[in-house]
C-alpha cells in the first residue's frame, strides 16, 4: 500500500511540475479552502455545467513551480466540500463529485474530481437569484444568456430550434 502513495506521490509531482500544467478550463488549483462557500459552489458548479475537472486543493498556485503545501485537515476538508454541495449546488450534481488525498512527502493534497453534469444548469442562490456559472479559461464565471440556452439544451430540457414561435403557423 505504501507504493501506490508513493507512486501517486510521483504522478502528482510529475504532473504539477510539468511546464503545460496550468490552471484551465479542467484544472483549479487552490492553496487551501477560504472559507467562502459560495466561491467554493460557483468553482464546483462551472466544472459541472462545463467539462468537469479537478479542484486541487494544498497546491500553491502563485508559484511557478505549483508548490505542495498540503492542506491541514483533510478530512475536515472533505466535510466541508460535501456540505457545500449539499446546500448550495442546485439541482443536485450527477454524478457526485468524487474527493480522494494524496499524500506528498510530509502533506496531502486533496482532489476534488468534478465531472461534467448530467443534470446541468446548475446554480446557487444569492439573494433569492440564481447564479450560474461556466468554466472559461481558468476562472469560473457568470453564464450569459446564450450559454444558459445553451445548458438548457444539452440538458434536453428546451431545443430552441423545435420551439414554436408566435404568429408562424
Known amino acids: 500500500m505504501h507504493e501506490t502513495y508513493e507512486t501517486e506521490e510521483a504522478e502528482l509531482l510529475r504532473w504539477l511540475r510539468d511546464k503545460r500544467t496550468t490552471e484551465g478550463i479542467e484544472v483549479e488549483f487552490k492553496r ?31 508559484s511557478e513551480l505549483k508548490d505542495v503545501i498540503g492542506v491541514e485537515n483533510p478530512g475536515a476538508l472533505r466535510e466541508t466540500i460535501q456540505n457545500v454541495i449539499n446546500d448550495k449546488c442546485r439541482p443536485g450534481l450527477d454524478p457526485l463529485p468524487v474527493s480522494e488525498e494524496v499524500p506528498c512527502s510530509d502533506r496531502t493534497v486533496l482532489i476534488l474530481h468534478v465531472e461534467e453534469s448530467n443534470n446541468k444548469p446548475h446554480y446557487y442562490e444569492k439573494n433569492n437569484y440564481p447564479r450560474i456559472f461556466v468554466r472559461a479559461d481558468n476562472t469560473s464565471r457568470p453564464a450569459n444568456i446564450d450559454q444558459i440556452q445553451r445548458l438548457f439544451e444539452e440538458r434536453g430540457r428546451i431545443s430552441y430550434d423545435n420551439k414554436p414561435q408566435q404568429g408562424v403557423s
Open 32 to 62: 487551501a479552502f477560504s472559507g467562502r462557500s459560495e466561491e467554493l459552489a460557483k468553482d464546483i458548479i462551472s466544472l459541472a455545467n462545463t467539462r468537469g475537472g479537478k479542484i486541487c486543493f494544498g497546491i500553491d498556485d502563485l
